[in-house]
């Protein structure tokens, strides 16, 4: 199965939205234009909420997942050596310093 990649064509907050139904379903029908055709049936929308100690943040997103380019690919692997580099290196500091003779006062 090819690797795939998750497109996000449209994230705002949900309060932009406040208003007649009509405009939202407009603006959606607007956002699925912008998705390829070969994409739209498995086009997914979410709704999200956060809470920030007094505040919600609510969000609206709309993505699509599509096969990874070779780019796209190379980049992800690219970072996932990156990360696992620096998980080395730092569990490595870690045993040097559990290693380390300890001094006796």
Do not use: H
């Not at 405009?23 to 929308?45: C, G, H, K, S, V």
């Amino acid at each position: 199965m090819a690797e795939m990649t998750t497109v996000e064509v449209l994230k705002r907050d949900a309060y932009c939205f406040c208003g007649p139904l009509k405009d939202f379903i407009a603006y959606l029908q607007e956002t699925m234009r912008n998705i390829p055709e070969e994409y739209r049936d498995a086009a997914r929308i979410e709704f999200d909420a956060s809470t920030y100690y007094d505040s919600i943040e609510q969000t609206v997103s709309v993505s699509f997942a599509r096969p990874s380019t070779p780019e796209e690919s190379n980049q992800r692997e690219t970072e996932f050596e990156l990360r696992r580099a620096e998980e080395r290196d730092r569990l490595e500091r870690r045993l040097a310093a559990l290693m380390k003779p300890r001094r006796r006062d």
